[in-house]
């Protein structure tokens, strides 16, 4: 029987820690995230734990503790936000490509500059091809349920998983919370016992040796391979935790998608603020929905493009800018997964939400008023938008997705 609680993310996702056990912790804090390895420290202190945890110097020598000790054969786990990723950097790729399977709870912070220690996705989303799976919450119970699901997608697929939240808006938000119970959480997730491994005397191997020319593109294609292979993986351990709990997840939800004319694509907590949008429009008789990724990486685009097609125009929320002059992270990568889709919908890009901006339920409003314009005159106008902020566009700056050949210089 589920155990009802009241807990921060940031504690929801400690005392997951706790229930699986790991062998070694290697952490050093940096807000918002830093409450996690401080809770897990507790657990060890009382003894409630038996693992080893490494204080260090810095992210990159945490992420250094955690690549040497999977790479020997324990299970290890971490924590961190915005710079702190910003500095595992060079050892994101180390360990992906040594095929290291790390879990590591992401509590999504702005990248600096300006400084600013609000939510938003610039720190996983600037790691977004450092060959680690990605998994994002939209609630507390989401991030407790995704970091025991992320142990074993880790191990099985032999790739190192983010675990997102988003800071202080579900990190140190409260809220109800169902945990499992300590037993089922050790039965499930199991002991981790790999073939192979740094300090196995009877196969003694190398790991991270210099890639040179001949062999480098080919750990590349396998890795490629291993990120295509592990969504079998997130699907089967999903079906499994459901059986164990009752609750559902895959690598998105669909939220009043059924009949939708337009609909919205999200990832994180901002879904809740856009499901109250889309429950009033509904109750105004617009047919509204909402798409919530849970997985970015690997992207499910095949799935997810057939989710968007039910609808006639798409509006994309990035919570990241990439200065790419053509959207958000999200936005390239999900309207590129309907190229070759016939009856494609029109996709807009929204950018919202940078170093903790609000989004309301008005925001929404407007932006399916937007859709429905778009809707009722097949003109998708600006494709890459700003919501909620002050003076979206210089008095003589190109319109974002409008440029003609005469307005570039």
């Known amino acids: 029987m589920s155990i009802r609680e009241r807990m921060s993310g ?6 997951a820690m706790k229930q699986i056990e790991p ?39 945490a992420m250094s503790v955690c ?37 590591m709870a992401v509590v999504n912070r702005a990248l600096t500059g300006p400084i600013n220690i609000n939510n938003d996705h610039s720190d996983s989303m600037g790691a977004r091809d450092s060959g680690w799976i990605q998994i994002y919450a939209e609630t507390n119970q989401e991030v407790y349920d995704n970091f025991i699901q992320g142990v074993i997608i880790a191990e099985k697929s032999r790739l190192p998983v983010m675990i997102c939240q988003d800071g202080f808006i579900t990190s140190h938000g409260v809220s109800n919370i169902e945990l499992i119970e300590d037993e089922k959480v050790k039965e499930f997730v199991g ?61 998105f939800e669909e939220y009043m998608m059924d009949d939708a004319d337009v609909a919205l694509v999200i990832i994180g907590s901002s879904a809740g603020t856009a499901k109250e949008a889309v429950d009033r429009l ?33 509006a994309i929320m990035d919570k990241a800018e990439s200065f ?35 989004i309301t339920v008005e925001d929404f409003y407007d ?9 009722y005159t097949d003109d998708p106008g600006d494709i890459y938008r700003y919501v909620g902020v002050r003076d979206r566009r210089f008095p003589d700056a190109v319109d974002f997705g409008r440029e003609s050949e005469n307005d570039i210089v």
């Open 324 to 358: 790419s002059n053509s959207g958000g992270p999200l936005f390239n990568e999900a309207r590129n997964s309907l190229y070759d889709l016939s009856g494609k919908p029109y996709a807009v890009n929204y950018i919202y939400g940078l170093g903790g901006r609000d």
């Open 282 to 314: 509904r109750s105004e008789n617009k047919k509204v929905g909402m798409i919530k990724l849970r997985v970015f990486r690997p992207f499910p685009r095949i799935p997810l493009a057939r989710a968007m097609c039910k609808v006639k125009a798409v």
């Open 23 to 61: 062998d070694v912790m290697g952490a050093f804090p940096i807000t918002p995230s830093t409450e996690i390895p401080q809770y897990f420290s507790d657990y060890i202190a009382n003894g409630k734990v038996d693992t080893e945890f490494v204080a260090v110097e810095s992210e990159h020598s």
């Open 67 to 103: 690549m040497g000790a999977s790479a020997a054969g324990a299970r290890a786990v971490t924590a961190t936000s915005s710079a702190g990723l910003a500095y595992m950097w060079e050892l994101l790729y180390v360990v992906a490509s040594s095929r290291l399977p790390v879990t």
């Open 191 to 251: 002991d981790y016992r790999p073939e192979n491994y740094l300090l196995k005397k009877e196969n003694p191997l190398a790991v991270g040796p210099y890639g040179v020319s001949p062999y480098y593109m080919e750990v590349k294609r396998q890795q490629a391979q291993a990120m295509k292979d592990s969504m079998p993986v997130i699907k089967k351990t999903a079906e499994e935790f459901r059986a164990m709990t009752g609750r559902d997840y895959g690598f």
């Open 367 to 375: 932006i399916f008023q937007d859709l429905y314009v778009i809707h």
């Open 10 to 15: 940031n504690e929801a996702v400690a005392h």
